[in-house]
């Protein structure tokens, strides 16, 4: 049983236009970092690496006990400037588990997703990406793609021409794959966590997609899929996350 999850909660969300860091955008009632930690929580973690801004350290805090998690840890990141990757190994570096769950806290996606990566966890896989053939949601020109070969990642990243799938934005990590990952953050400046994984392809790690195609997910990075997620036609991730919360009493 994977237990536990890092979750990248540094952005500061300027193309969002909200005025304040990305996690902690209102979200009828929620804040926007709540909602993936909601879908993990229903699929058995329990421990949370939280990697987030200095200043907002005492929100994020607050906003997790919400939730009713009391076993978790805010990872400090003062070189958000440096990418969603920096961000990543400072969580990973601070995590105990062997095997966990990696999240950007700006995509949003019910409990299906992380249980059909669960599915499709072998022991000997280093990485396995949250991939959807099919978005019902996303925009493919800002959406990272990857390439595959098989379920065999080849290549990802954002300007790929040839790909058969999109990234979610959630992934199941081993630890053993730190020594590489501090490896390239060492010879990096940005590190991008697309970059990381290509780089742990190249190294010829075990990088595997768990298909997740019909399952509705979004990434909130402007104010158009926002407003998709609260008033539009991606309502109905939300509706399946406060009926999840509701169900395990994390709200009122």
Not at 61 to 72: C, D, F, M, P, W
Not at 125 to 141: H, N, S
Request: aromatic share 8%; hydrophobic share 45%; glycine share 6%.
């Amino acid at each position: 049983m994977v237990n536990a999850a890092i979750i990248l909660a540094a952005g500061h969300g300027v193309r969002l236009g909200k005025g304040k860091p990305k996690p902690i955008v209102d979200v009828e009632g929620f804040k926007l970092f709540q909602l993936p930690l909601i879908s993990l929580m229903r699929v058995g973690v329990r421990k949370f690496y939280i990697v987030t801004q200095r200043r907002i350290i005492s929100q994020i805090s607050r906003y997790v006990a919400e939730l009713g998690i009391k076993n978790y840890m805010i990872i400090i990141n003062d070189e958000t400037h440096r990418e969603n990757g920096f961000s990543f190994y400072l969580g990973l570096k601070a995590a105990k588990e062997e095997v966990l769950f990696a999240s950007m806290s700006d995509h949003i996606y019910p409990p299906q997703v992380p249980e059909k990566i669960l599915r499709n966890y072998r022991s000997d896989v280093d990485v396995l990406v949250a991939a959807d053939a099919d978005p019902i949601f996303v925009d493919i020109d800002e959406a990272t793609k990857i390439l595959t070969e098989g379920h065999r990642v080849l290549r990802i990243g954002k300007q790929l021409r040839d790909y058969n799938f999109v990234d979610a934005g959630l992934f199941l990590v081993s630890r053993r794959i730190l020594p590489i990952v501090e490896r390239f953050v060492r010879r990096n400046f940005i590190v991008r966590m697309s970059s990381i994984i290509n780089y742990l392809v190249d190294m010829g790690r075990n990088v595997y997609v768990a298909d997740i195609t019909g399952s509705p997910w979004l990434d909130v990075d402007m104010p158009r899929e926002l407003r998709r997620l609260i008033w539009g036609d991606a309502r109905e991730i939300l509706n399946e996350l406060i009926a999840t919360a509701n169900s395990m009493g994390v709200i009122e």
